[in-house]
């Protein structure tokens, strides 16, 4: 049997009141439960010892007259909606209290039921997309800010543990420090991957996408689940044999995979069943109705649903933001469901949770079904040893406006052979290249500077020296080299937080390739 929608009417007309009583009753007694309050203060009083659905408010009351009775509902209850109730006289009243953030408004004398009724539903579906808007919004600006920290961070990042190579590299075997700045460099490591759990949230990360089928992710992934989750909970694949291709990066989604079984099985401590299941999916204008991120069309869904202890409404609306967590200090960061949250929206798709205490929780993710052939792979390239690091005695041009970092670059190529020119700005890059007397072979250069940025010093170096080959480097992706998070076709590109080991062969790699430079 359905829930009743439950109605609170604040209304100290008895005439009017039995009339809206009357009417719910007609549209179905099961349908809606009311209860009624002629007082303002009584109204407060039951909604903060109850919960409903929806508020009628009368806007004149013995003991509140106008918009103030408006603000004090909405301040006592902020996420149940309002439908303001207005004399023949006061429908600009009306306009305003929807302008003040009631759902919608009534006249008194020219309301029927059918008014009502479809006012009630209007006003919790109205509610519902605001607050879902609200809650992308949130997301978003959340989003923007930890790409810029993560951004930043790993620009020190880049230097704490470049100079902890270096030093490591320089000390003798046996030196008494050599534990302690091995230690520094882990803890960098470390940091370094809560930044790319940051990017991930903020969409901010390079993706490389093939067209597949996500039931060889799945498939792929089975063996290593069934080895992280213990032996009292069942992993159970549904694969749509049928399924349709979409386009994603498979390492992201494998990704995904981890982070929301890592979830279900710390939910469910005392064992139970996790499932994970594909399916094509047609969502139409009513699915999407309810859910306005999301357009119509043909998706493929994943699903990871577990029988574990489940989550209330409050913690379900926050699950998503970084550094949230139900667990315990020790147990995890809170990054795991916003990496999973930045990956899906990067790709495309949306992710939507579904859960009750006590009944487990289910994470339907909708990605964008395509039409394309799935690319050939190469054949395997067969392992080979790692050589030595690269060494070189070509002229590199260095761009970089965090000085530490710059420094930090400086060493690293100077100590394996390059002559290196430093700029901290664009124009001073440029000028360099103006007066340099002999070839200028490589330039790297960070995207974002002041003033200048990576992209433009690379073009207009481009018209001074043709022959000379580009390498950006940068803490985020969110820039001209990179279009939604994928990299442009022959872009050289290399990440913060960066190793003194990966630049040399990235250097060596661009220096070396049969093509000449993009900019």
């Given at each position: 049997?359905?829930?009743?929608?439950?109605?609170?009417?604040?209304?100290?007309?008895?005439?009017?009141?039995?009339?809206?009583?009357?009417?719910?009753?007609?549209?179905?007694?099961?349908?809606?439960?009311?209860?009624?309050?002629?007082?303002?203060d009584a109204g407060l009083k039951l909604l903060t010892e109850k919960g409903f659905d929806a508020v009628l408010?009368?806007?004149?009351?013995?003991?509140?007259?106008?918009?103030?009775?408006?603000?004090?509902?909405?301040?006592?209850?902020?996420?149940?909606?309002?439908?303001?109730?207005?004399?023949?006289?006061?429908?600009?009243?009306?306009?305003?209290?929807?302008?003040?953030?009631?759902?919608?408004?009534?006249?008194?004398?020219?309301?029927?039921?059918?008014?009502?009724?479809?006012?009630?539903?209007?006003?919790?579906?109205?509610?519902?997309?605001?607050?879902?808007?609200?809650?992308?919004?949130?997301?978003?600006?959340?989003?923007?800010?930890a790409g810029g920290v993560a951004h930043d961070f790993n620009n020190v990042l880049t230097a704490i543990m470049g100079y902890s190579e270096l030093i490591l590299d320089a000390l003798p075997e046996g030196h008494p420090e050599h534990n302690h700045i091995e230690e520094i460099r882990k803890a960098g490591e470390r940091?370094?991957?809560?930044?790319?759990?940051?990017?991930?949230?903020?969409?901010?990360?390079?993706?490389?996408?093939?067209?597949?089928?996500?039931?060889?992710?799945?498939?792929?992934?089975?063996?290593?689940?069934?080895?992280m989750i213990p032996e009292d909970v069942e992993l159970v694949a549904v694969l749509d044999p049928a399924l349709d291709?979409?386009?994603?990066?498979?390492?992201?989604?494998?990704?995904?995979?981890?982070?929301?079984?890592?979830?279900?099985?710390?939910?469910?401590?005392?064992?139970?069943?996790?499932?994970?299941?594909?399916?094509?999916?047609?969502?139409?204008?009513?699915?999407?109705?309810?859910?306005?991120?999301?357009?119509?069309?043909?998706y493929v869904m994943l699903a990871v649903s577990d029988t574990g202890c489940g989550m209330d409404e409050e913690i379900q609306a926050r699950i998503f933001e970084p550094f949230f967590?139900?667990?315990?200090?020790?147990?995890?960061?809170?990054?795991?469901?916003?990496?999973?949250?930045?990956?899906?929206?990067?790709?495309?798709?949306?992710?939507?949770?579904?859960?009750?205490?006590?009944?487990?929780?289910?994470?339907?993710?909708?990605l964008p079904r395509v039409e394309e052939v799935p690319g050939e792979r190469g054949p395997a390239v067969e392992k080979r040893p790692v050589p030595a690091l690269p060494q070189g005695a070509e002229t590199v041009l260095v761009a970089e406006d965090d000085e530490t970092l710059r420094r930090l670059i400086y060493e690293i190529l100077q100590s394996s052979g390059y002559a290196v020119l430093e700029a901290g700005r664009g124009e001073e890059a440029l000028r360099l290249a103006g007066e340099h007397a002999g070839p200028i072979h490589l330039l790297i250069t960070d995207m974002v500077m002041p003033g200048m940025g990576g992209r433009e010093v690379a073009g207009r170096?481009?018209?001074?020296?043709?022959?000379?080959?580009?390498?950006?480097?940068?803490?985020?992706?969110?820039?001209?080299?990179?279009?939604?998070?994928?990299?442009?076709?022959?872009v050289a590109f290399l990440q913060k937080p960066f190793v003194p080991e990966a630049l040399l062969r990235k250097v060596r790699e661009v220096l070396d390739g049969p093509e000449g430079p993009r900019v």
């Open positions: 049997m359905k829930t009743p929608v439950k109605i609170l009417l604040i209304e100290d007309n008895p005439a009017d009141a039995r009339l809206v009583r009357e009417w719910l009753k007609e549209a179905g007694a099961e349908q809606f439960h009311l209860e009624h309050a002629e007082r303002l408010l009368d806007l004149g009351l013995p003991d509140s007259q106008g918009l103030g009775a408006l603000k004090a509902v909405r301040t006592k209850a902020p996420a149940t909606p309002v439908v303001v109730l207005t004399g023949l006289s006061d429908e600009a009243v009306g306009m305003k209290a929807v302008q003040e953030g009631a759902q919608d408004y009534l006249i008194k004398g020219e309301i029927q039921e059918s008014h009502l009724i479809r006012s009630l539903h209007y006003a919790r579906e109205r509610k519902g997309m605001e607050e879902q808007l609200l809650q992308a919004q949130k997301m978003e600006a959340v989003g923007n800010l940091a370094a991957a809560l930044t790319r759990q940051l990017l991930a949230f903020s969409r901010k990360q390079i993706l490389q996408p093939e067209v597949l089928c996500l039931n060889e992710v799945v498939s792929g992934m089975t063996k290593m689940l069934k080895r291709r979409v386009k994603l990066d498979p390492m992201q989604m494998e990704q995904v995979l981890m982070n929301l079984a890592v979830n279900a099985r710390d939910a469910m401590p005392k064992g139970g069943k996790l499932t994970l299941e594909t399916a094509n999916a047609e969502l139409d204008a009513a699915y999407t109705k309810i859910h306005p991120e999301i357009q119509p069309g043909n967590t139900t667990k315990e200090k020790s147990k995890g960061t809170g990054l795991g469901l916003s990496t999973v949250y930045g990956i899906v929206k990067q790709s495309g798709g949306s992710i939507f949770v579904y859960s009750e205490p006590g009944k487990g929780t289910a994470f339907k993710i909708y170096l481009a018209a001074l020296r043709p022959g000379t080959r580009v390498l950006y480097v940068s803490g985020y992706t969110d820039d001209a080299v990179v279009r939604h998070g994928v990299l442009e076709s022959g």
